[in-house]
């Protein structure tokens, strides 16, 4: 009786992976717990631990491998009695199993690991966007993903300023929890890049302080919904110790951190907090959505005299966009981007809502509707006066936001446009945000509750159709 | 009673517990391991094989897809859960746990399959679909969660503790948390207030010496975690985790402490967690051999195992009760691929209990 090992899935954002190094080979004896291969994930190598006592049959997928979808059967074990037989979930015998068919997941599994919220899909090429009038014309661009767009502006000001330090759970030796504070310890040592106690009202505290005292500390959260514990600091002591000062007194602090809906992790780890920021004057919120603006708002983020809440998303960290080759890629805070140019309807989004724009536009382009999206990338301060322009050429508006709708930076947009643009309007302002509950853990709930293009396309149809 | 084995460096040394440092002040009796019957030593052992098998197979799940998101498994804890939870008065005392929550369930005796259940996110889960592995709960047990904020349930615990004494009703909240939790400042704030008001609750640290990649002696300044309630007055206990009988007996000794209103207990286990933080952790904080030695030497499975056999239990009813477990085990994890997903209508029910 052989048991089918299949590629696991290690991460809550993986859909394949790479067959790195198998540790054991065929006619191997192994017990739970020896390790059989070690898997590269989206974010890490991981040790693939047998769970079963038996001998290894086949190895059906060689070391080196990329892209194995999780689900293919990699290798067989033949068991040893009823020890190895019950967890067998397959009735296919090992010799008939061609790796080319092994692909799918076993036949009772009705959900694939696939992410099932919105916008988790990695996107081979994301839309062509209108290129960033803040960037040279003619500058040439490597391709980063988020995720090391953000540590290299990190590593840069670092670099630039011995006054900036990072600090916050697991940024030091596990390398960040979600690698983006990779290799900063290496390059600029434990005085600069600390591990912290998991304490974060009192690490941002100390960071503010920290400020206070002539430093530019980057406070991570490991994701903001821990920063509910350190709230009193960010809105009590950082925004509002220059203007108690009388300008005397600054807190030059970036705390940063994945925030928004990440993959099925439940109402607690998964909540998008950018509105709650953005209402709190004294404090400069930032949501990027690609890696080039990753790297300049950091930039700009870090150098700032002012306390910034950084707002990152875990589902935009591993992916890829041209970033420009530039020594110092820093961008001006508080300037929104048309992503995309258009005359028919404006879509305002930020964060990871951009990407769901945009795939919107491009569906509403194959049928005849051209809409202009804006990333509004700074959400305090808010850059009115792009939308506004672009309201005045569209005469629709339809704000895109991964999050409640209930006092949302969506609702913030449409006072604007009814108090600044009314007589642009040629219709209702709309807003296609999350469901308004908490997340919900199950696959198809968590996918009914997340926005997703077909909801944007969908709105873009009402609004126009309303004048 | 069978003496424990050579324990690793990453166990502790001791069979039993250890009472506070020398002070004047007075403190639960010292403890002495359990003097269970073979029938219980059975009890715990089904119990703990079940955590384990009941977890091996949640991983396998989670590398199928079946099990998204965060999956953090109790496997190495299991004596933890089974030993306190044993000394409990079901009818009356409470429990509250963080995220790494299936063994306390389990050792609660909830029934397996509306937690595999959950954990595939099924409408026949504990939380209906919509907590999943971290947020689940059970007010029939007066099993209070399951949760997902690192230190919430310390304060959250307290709170059980004070309706337990408001209402005089005889009870004690039992409230785990992890050494890395530990360091949280609600922590504090909670120790001061439940000794102030004499609350009856056990605060239980389950050092199982990391908190995610970080080892205790890398975050806490005082790493003898069982001191760490002394500034507040609250007597601590250290306790090999590893050891169910060790646990038991500690349970009680802190149980009539505490039940005779004199107060909180601070109880640290000293146990380790053999799998990664959650599914998703490579785990390249500690060595192979390191995990592999607490394995071969301290494992709470095979520790009872011998006092079994020293007891007079025979190798063919552990056999039995292994198949036993594998069973249940499978029929939960069939149950919960197969049960249907909730219903869409159940994204909009429970945000509210009453219509306004
Ligand atoms: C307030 C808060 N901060 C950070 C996290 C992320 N996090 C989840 S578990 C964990 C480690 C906790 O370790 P420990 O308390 O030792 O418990 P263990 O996981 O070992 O059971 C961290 C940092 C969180 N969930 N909540
Ligand atoms: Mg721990």
Redesign the interface.
């Known amino acids: 009786m052989a048991i089918e090992l299949k590629m696991p899935a290690l991460s809550p954002t993986m859909e394949e992976g790479t067959l790195a190094k198998w540790l054991v080979k065929e006619g191997d004896t192994v017990k739970s717990g020896d390790i059989l291969a070690e898997i590269e994930t989206d974010k890490a190598t991981m040790e693939f631990e047998a769970i079963d006592e038996g001998i290894v049959g086949q190895i059906l997928v060689a070391e080196g491998t990329d892209n194995v979808k999780v689900g293919t059967v990699i290798a067989t074990i033949t068991g040893e009695g009823e020890e190895a037989a019950a967890p067998a979930p397959a009735a296919a015998p090992a010799k008939d199993v061609a790796p080319a068919q092994a692909g799918a997941v076993s036949a009772n599994a009705p959900t694939p690991a696939v992410p099932a919220s919105a916008g988790t899909t990695e996107k081979a090429a994301p839309t062509e966007r209108a290129s960033d009038p803040a960037i040279p014309a003619g500058t040439a661009m490597v391709r980063l993903t988020v995720r090391e767009a953000l540590r290299d502006a990190m590593a840069e000001e670092m670099r630039a300023d011995d006054r900036v330090f990072v600090m916050g759970e697991e940024v030091a030796e596990y390398q960040g929890a979600y690698k983006v504070t990779q290799g900063l310890l290496d390059e600029f040592g434990a005085r600069r890049v600390i591990d912290t106690p998991i304490t974060e009202y009192g690490f941002a505290g100390l960071g503010a302080g920290a400020a206070m005292g002539g430093l530019k500390p980057i406070i991570e959260f490991m994701t903001f919904n821990f920063a509910m514990q350190a709230i009193d600091h960010i809105i009590n002591s950082a925004a509002k110790t220059n203007y108690m000062s009388g300008g005397q007194m600054r807190c030059p602090i970036v705390f940063r951190g994945p925030n928004g809906a990440a993959s099925r992790v439940g109402a607690q780890h998964s909540q998008n907090f950018a509105p709650w920021y953005a209402s709190v004057p004294g404090l400069i919120v930032i949501a990027p959505y690609d890696a080039a603006d990753a790297k300049g708002l950091m930039k700009a983020a870090i150098r700032s005299e002012d306390p910034v809440v950084f707002l990152e998303n875990e589902l935009l960290y591993g992916r890829g966009f041209d970033v420009p080759d530039l020594p110092d890629h820093v961008l001006p805070i508080g300037k929104a981007r048309i992503m995309r140019a258009g005359s028919d309807v404006t879509i305002v989004s930020y964060s990871i809502g951009v990407g769901l724009a945009l795939e919107a536009a491009d569906q509403l382009a194959a049928e005849g509707i051209d809409a202009e999206v804006i990333d509004l990338r700074t959400l305090r301060p808010l850059d009115t006066a792009t939308v506004l322009a672009s309201l005045k050429k569209t005469n629709h508006l339809v704000i895109v936001e991964e999050g409640w709708p209930v006092c949302s930076i969506a609702s913030e947009l449409a006072m604007v446009a009814m108090e600044q643009g009314f007589d642009d309007l040629d219709a209702p302002v709309l807003r296609v945000c999350n469901e308004d509950v908490p997340l919900p853990y199950a696959a198809n709930l968590e996918k009914a509750a997340l926005i997703d293009a077909p909801r944007v396309v969908a709105a873009v149809k009402a609004v126009r159709n309303r004048g | 009673m069978a003496k424990a084995p050579a324990r690793s460096t990453a166990a502790p040394k001791k069979t039993a517990s250890t009472p506070a440092p020398a002070t004047n002040r007075e403190g639960p009796r010292d403890p002495i391991p359990y003097d269970a019957t073979p029938a219980e030593l059975e009890k715990f052992y089904r119990e703990m094989l079940l955590i384990r098998r009941f977890e ?2 949640a ?2 799940l ?5 099990i ?3 999956c953090h498994l109790y496997i190495g804890q299991e004596a933890v859960a089974v030993g306190l939870q044993s000394a409990l008065d079901g009818d009356k005392d409470s429990v509250i746990t963080g995220y790494r929550d299936h063994g306390h369930m389990l050792a609660y005796g909830i029934d397996p399959k509306v937690i595999m259940a ?1 954990l595939t ?3 026949a ?1 504990i ?1 209906r ?7 689940m709960f059970s007010v029939e047990h007066k099993f209070y969660g399951g ?5 919430a349930q310390v304060s959250l615990g307290t709170g059980l503790a004070f309706a337990h004494k408001y209402r005089d009703d005889g009870g004690v909240a039992m409230s785990y948390f992890g050494d ?2 530990s ?4 922590v504090y704030e909670s120790f001061n207030m439940a000794e102030l008001w004499k609350l009856p609750i056990i605060f239980v640290i389950e050092n199982n010496q990391y ?4 080892s205790v002696n ?3 300044a005082e790493d003898q975690l069982y001191r760490r309630g002394e500034s507040f007055r609250i007597p601590g206990m250290q306790v090999d985790g590893m050891d169910v009988l060790a646990v038991r007996g500690a349970a009680e000794a802190a149980l009539e402490w505490v039940r005779a209103g004199k107060g909180p207990v601070l109880m640290e286990l000293k146990t380790y967690r ?1 799998r ?1 933080h959650s ?2 952790d ?4 500690r060595s ?1 051999e390191e995990v ?1 030695a607490v ?1 071969d030497k301290s494992d709470a499975l095979e520790h009872l195992k011998r006092v079994m056999e020293g007891a007079g239990i025979g190798e063919d009813k552990i056999k039995d009760i292994d ?1 036993e477990i ?1 069973a249940i085990v ?1 029929e939960s994890a069939d149950f919960a ?2 049960a249907p ?2 219903e ?1 209508h ?3 029910t429970d ?1 509210l209990v009453e219509q306004y």
């Not at chain 2, 679909?129 to 947020?135: D, E, F, L, P």
């Open positions: 091996e197979k991983g396998q989670y590398g199928l897809g079946l998204g998101g965060f959950e996110g099924r409408a889960g939380s679909g919509k907590g999943g592995s971290m947020h949760h997902g904020i690192v230190g890395g939790a360091n949280q400042g609600q908190a995610m990649g970080t890398r975050s806490s053999y990664g599914m998703s490579p785990a390249k904080y192979r592999q394995r198949k594998r499978a691929e197969s997903e909730p869409l159940d994204l909009y945000v």
